[in-house]
Every structure is written in structure tokens, then in C-alpha cells.
């Protein structure tokens, strides 16, 4: 079943710009991560955010989560060329961290 | 550090016929992933190993699909027979053991990129 869904399908900016996705989830969860997917490459976590945490930071990414409405959102400052990918979070629900669902995903398109 | 490998890369064949995928995961890595990416969507969790044992594989179609993992190192996935929508990328993981309510991450490998005509 899945868990996580990510809005927009597909969100396309210029270099330099900011790029917005959001996640929202059903049930509560313990941790939910954001990955990104390069074209024809395997996925590569990118940060993990705990329920007890609204806010992280890792370089250029700041991920919110927001559990009374059951949401996360994935920030993106200074958008790059390489930064054109498929963007996933994943969220896991039992108490042992290991099984994770993943939405669908954000095709995100950053134009030179 | 060597990532996680997977072979082959692309795999092409006929429906009703068989294929099978191979994983080495991380070194040290006692927990193993397979699973399924149908294109546009996110990856589903096929089966999961810790050390040679199956922990999760409620979603392994398990009348055609099989996994194994004989000495806790590298894995196996095979399809028997294939059908059309079996069509996907399949993508292995694989983590270190960790305590209940704490979390690690999972490595990936770049995939298998199957195609059934």
C-alpha cells in the first residue's frame, strides 16, 4: 500500500531558483525520509526526519514534517542542473525503522 | 567502500520465461531489500533478509517470484514464469542490523532494468 504521496507529479524551474515538494502520509510514523533517484541510477537518501523533529538541514535542503496534518515538504535552495531528478519520501510505521513505503514520487527538472 | 552490486544491468526476455537477479550487498550489511520499481511509480518492498533469515515478504508474489539469501552475504531474485507487468526496475538494499526504535540507512545498488515482451 502506499503510505506517502508527494504533490507536485512534476515540478520544472530555472538554475538559481527554489524548489518546493511536499509529502503527505496517512498514518502516524516513527521517521520519514526524503531520496533522490537520478535517471537510470538506484535511490540515494538524501535526509531523515524523526516525529519528534519539525524542522532539518543538510546543505542546500531543509525538510519540515508537520505531523498534525500528516505532511513533509522538501526544500531545495539554489537549484542546480544536477540536481534534475525524481524526488521520494518514505515513511516507515513500525517500531523497528526497517520497513519503509515510498510515494510515487516529484520529477523535478532544473533548466540551465 | 563498495557500494551495493547488482547484475545484470538490463535484462530483456519473452513472457512466461524465467530470469534471475543477483545482489552483493554492503560489506558488514546484515539486512537485504529487494525491491520492485514499476516506472512512474516508487519502489515496493519485495522481501526482506536479515542474515539468511526472511523477515518481511508479504508482498512477494510468492507463485512466481522467489528470493534467497543461503549463506547471509549475497541474494538471489527470480521470476518464474515472467508476465508483461512484471516490467520494472529491480532494485536491491541493504543496511546494518539496528536497535528497535532506531533506524539506518539503506544503501542502494542501481538496479535491474527488466523488460518482458
Known amino acids: 500500500s502506499q503510505q506517502g504521496e508527494e504533490d507536485p507529479q512534476a515540478l520544472s524551474i530555472q538554475e538559481g531558483e527554489n524548489a518546493t515538494m511536499n509529502c503527505s502520509y496517512k498514518t502516524s510514523i516513527n521517521n520519514l525520509q526524503w531520496y533522490r533517484q537520478n535517471s537510470g541510477r538506484g535511490l540515494v537518501h538524501l535526509i531523515l526526519i524523526r516525529s519528534n523533529e519539525r524542522e532539518k538541514h543538510s546543505g542546500r535542503l531543509r525538510v519540515t514534517l508537520d505531523t498534525s496534518k500528516k505532511s513533509s515538504s522538501l526544500l531545495i535552495t539554489a537549484s542546480r542542473a544536477a540536481d534534475t531528478a525524481s524526488y521520494f519520501c518514505?515513511?516507515?510505521?513500525?517500531?523497528?525503522?526497517?520497513?519503509?513505503?515510498f510515494g510515487p514520487g516529484t520529477r523535478l527538472s532544473v533548466l540551465p | 567502500e563498495a557500494g551495493v552490486a547488482q547484475s545484470p544491468r538490463y535484462k530483456i526476455i519473452e513472457k512466461r520465461q524465467s530470469v534471475a537477479f543477483w545482489c552483493n550487498p554492503i560489506?558488514?550489511?546484515?539486512?537485504l531489500y529487494w525491491y520492485q520499481q514499476i516506472l512512474g511509480q516508487g519502489p515496493k518492498l519485495l522481501i526482506q533478509f536479515q542474515n539468511n533469515g526472511v523477515v518481511d515478504d508479504s508482498q512477494l508474489p510468492k507463485d512466481r517470484f522467489s528470493a534467497e539469501r543461503l549463506k547471509g552475504v549475497d541474494s538471489t531474485l527470480k521470476i518464474q514464469p515472467a508476465k508483461l507487468e512484471d516490467s520494472a526496475v529491480y532494485l536491491c538494499?541493504?543496511?546494518?542490523?539496528?536497535?528497535?526504535?532506531?533506524?539506518?540507512?539503506?544503501?542502494f545498488g542501481p538496479g535491474t532494468r527488466l523488460t518482458v515482451l
Open positions: 538494499a541493504s543496511s546494518l542490523i539496528f536497535p528497535v526504535g532506531g533506524y539506518n540507512e539503506q544503501f
Open positions: 518514505a515513511t516507515d510505521t513500525d517500531n523497528y525503522g526497517q520497513n519503509f513505503v
Open positions: 560489506s558488514g550489511h546484515a539486512t
